[in-house]
């Protein structure tokens, strides 16, 4: 069991079905590796590892160029004359870490190239062929051309130093700093694995909320032990940079950025950690936000903090990613608009080496949110995308929701900024600004739990995250059934089912959590299960009442004109759709608006009656999923089919906790009754 669900997507099967192994084997004879680089020897360890397994064979790794039907696996510079002339000009539509795989004819020998600029595009390239394989594609004719349309493709790991996980909910930590550096558990190899294999390309070790400690020279050695292990796959290693670094560790008196002494020991420390890391990413920072330091102690901003950061790696090519999720106790009358209205000024103003993180939505990661109003309105400044892979609002791992969905509904919002057909995704891109520096970060979801991510479920958000960093506008159908596959099965009648249900999950949650655009009335502090009702949080906008502002008139919170006009944030065409009543989408109306109780919706029901309908669809549409999934028992292994069955009883029972929860509270303010069709337990 520990071995299947240990394995990720990368299962590598043993095929069983003869005339498409028989297929396979006639076209490809073994390996010839014309590169020796770790990166390359990797990628052919793979390749080799993972075709004997699923095809029942012992191919060789050979380095010269010749017979017939071989995979032959080498970046641009090592290729022969001839396989370059083959290649052509492919190689003028990937950039540095793209790969091209293609079938070509040399003297009358046929071979599979896997290429690209360098090693890294090579082994790329050696997990996209491997994906066909895994997933029973024709490798005849092959003529595959890819490339990452964002350059950081990043893990946020909330990890502290003593391995407790900040919403964790997959075990403890990965990295054991007690027995870093020398004790290299291999877990980290295949934590890079995976990570190489869909494409994320830099990791962020520790909490934006740790401490500094992990600056200090002891544990930049267990640091640059995990970048050692992790640079042959592509991978970067990150830092959080805590602002007062200085004061706590550096014993100066003042973490100011405009002071010398704290300009000059972030130069050092820089200095310090490349002469250890030449290749460090750089860091990211949590400043001025949820109580941590950052410039405004001092009387400075953003920029004057994000700039300073950045001055010192600069020299040695690193980034500042410079997080966005600002808000504060003292502005209690709408924190969705405060990033906006603190960074927007700010345009153009950052460093080039500066990106400025933003979270997929004003609030924080909800299981429905509407695109972040900076998107599109900071155009001279790359603003990287912030989503969160581990489900602190959805149920932790727990529940089964599939990502992918929501992330896809973030990336192709429109904001209108500039022009129709800005999407999300165009501005992460860089292609909005022309930048060249672009991202997306994913708070991880990983622990050491045995698979990983909590819920055998759960992979796969990690998984299309990956797919999607690569490649923003991947759909999340698309990243289901490659999942499915190289996961579980081929079996047409288990994917079918299973990767539909899959889609559905993520509207499932929306509906029996917060429908119609409600939002953050989890129970406070560890965000699960219900709690719309007040607590006695010292902070209003930790206050769930602060966010549905249920009342006997109705219910939902004023983002529009006649409220806190948090509308106007967005572009005119994007601010008049959500300010009218009746243009809102009906996803986000109590996200904008306070809507009276008998307010009548598009389907001719009142707002009440669709409230109470939304939250037992949800609980249908989990009874649908159990019953999917009861019915794969015939194609999955015993274990994760027990697992899966046992988590989604869970949902089950808790999606009928949050509709009675809910519905029960608010049902004192409508003062009406449920309406036919929708169960109660009171
Ligand atoms: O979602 C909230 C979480 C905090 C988190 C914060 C952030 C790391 O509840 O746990 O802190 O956001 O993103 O900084």
């Known amino acids: 069991f520990a071995q299947k669900d240990y394995k990720l997507w990368l299962q590598y099967e043993k095929k069983t079905d003869s005339p498409i192994i028989s297929d396979y084997l006639s076209n490809i004879k073994g390996i010839i590796a014309l590169e020796n680089t770790a990166t390359s020897k990797i ?34 510079l090592v290729l022969t004359p001839e396989i370059q ?55 005849k004719n092959l003529h595959l ?107 100066l008196k003042t973490a100011d950025p405009k002071d010398l002494d704290v300009m000059n020991w972030w130069k050092n420390k820089a200095k310090e950690i490349y002469k250890r890391i030449p290749d460090f990413g750089g860091f990211l920072v949590k400043a001025n936000s949820e109580g941590q330091p950052g410039p405004q102690n001092y009387g400075r901003d953003h920029v004057d903090g994000a700039n300073m950061l950045a001055d010192a790696v600069a020299p040695f090519g690193g980034v500042i990613m410079w997080r966005a999720f600002v808000y504060s106790e003292h502005d209690a009358n709408d924190r969705a608009k405060q990033a906006y209205a603190e960074f927007v000024p700010y345009d153009g103003k950052f460093r080039d080496n500066v990106i400025v993180q933003v979270k997929n939505g004003a609030i924080d990661f909800q299981p429905r949110e509407p695109f972040h109003p900076i998107f599109g309105a900071m155009p001279k400044t790359p603003l990287m ?23 896809q509904e973030v990336l192709e919002s429109d904001t ?25 970060a994913g708070v991880s979801n990983i622990g050491n739990d045995v698979n990983w991510t909590g819920h055998p479920f759960a992979q796969a958000n990690w998984y299309g995250f990956g797919r999607q960093a690569w490649n923003p506008d991947l759909d999340a159908e698309v990243i289901a059934d490659e999942w499915l596959r190289c996961t579980f099965s081929n079996d047409e009648k288990f994917i079918k089912p299973v990767a539909a249900m899959m889609i559905k999950s993520r509207e499932a949650v929306v509906n029996y959590m917060t429908p119609l655009g409600l939002h953050h009335i989890m129970d406070t502090g560890h ?67 306070h809507v009276s109780w008998d307010y009548k919706l598009k389907n001719g029901q009142t707002l009440w009656n669709s409230l109470a309908f939304k939250y037992q669809e949800g609980v249908d549409q989990v009874k649908e999923m159990q019953d999917t999934w009861n019915k794969t028992g015939k194609y999955v292994d015993k274990e994760r089919f027990k697992e899966v069955q046992m988590l989604l009883d869970i949902q089950y029972k808790e999606a009928k906790w949050w509709r009675d929860a809910c519905l029960l509270y608010f049902q004192q303010y409508s003062g009406k009754e449920l309406p036919v069709g929708v169960e109660n337990a009171s």
């Open 43 to 76: 990628a052919q360890n793979e390749l080799q590892i993972a075709l004997n397994a699923m095809l029942g064979s012992q191919f060789q790794v050979t380095v010269k160029p010749e017979g017939n039907h071989k995979i032959i696996l080498g970046s641009k």
């Open 385 to 407: 995308i912030e989503f969160q892979i581990t489900q602190e609002y959805l149920g932790f791992s727990t529940h089964l929701v599939f990502l992918p969905k929501l992330f």
């Open 416 to 440: 209108f900024q500039k022009e129709k057909g800005t999407t999300v995704a165009k501005i992460i891109d860089g292609s909005l600004s022309n930048s060249k520096l672009t991202g997306i």
């Open 527 to 593: 965000h699960y299960g219900p709690g719309p009702w007040v607590s006695d949080l010292s902070r209003p906008e930790w206050n769930p009442v602060y966010y549905h502002k249920a009342d006997k008139n109705g219910i939902g919170f004023d983002r529009s004109k006649t409220g806190t006009n948090a509308t106007a944030q967005y572009a005119p065409e994007v601010e008049k759709l959500f300010d009218n009543l009746e243009t809102c989408p009906e996803n986000y109306l109590l996200w904008f608006h």
């Open 85 to 139: 002339k083959a290649i052509g000009s492919d190689f003028e539509r990937i950039n540095e870490e793209g790969y091209i795989i293609k079938s070509v004819s040399i003297k009358n020998n046929k071979h599979i190239v896997i290429t690209g600029k360098k090693d890294i595009g090579v082994l790329y390239g050696v997990y996209s062929f491997l994906r066909l394989v895994q997933m029973n594609k024709s490798i």
């Open 145 to 251: 051309i890819d490339a990452p349309k964002t350059n950081i493709r990043i893990l946020n790991h909330w990890d502290n130093l003593d391995r407790t996980v900040e919403r964790g909910y997959a075990g403890f930590s990965l990295w054991n700093w007690q027995k870093l550096p020398d004790f290299i558990d291999p877990r980290y190899i295949d934590y890079a694995r995976a990570n190489a294999s869909i494409g994320i390309n830099g990791t962020v070790l520790t909490n934006v909320n740790a401490n500094a400690l992990i600056l200090t020279p002891q544990y930049l050695e267990k640091v640059e032990a995990l970048a050692n292990v992790f640079r042959p796959y592509g991978i970067k290693v990150y830092l959080t940079a805590r602002f007062s670094a200085p004061i706590e560790i550096g014993g």
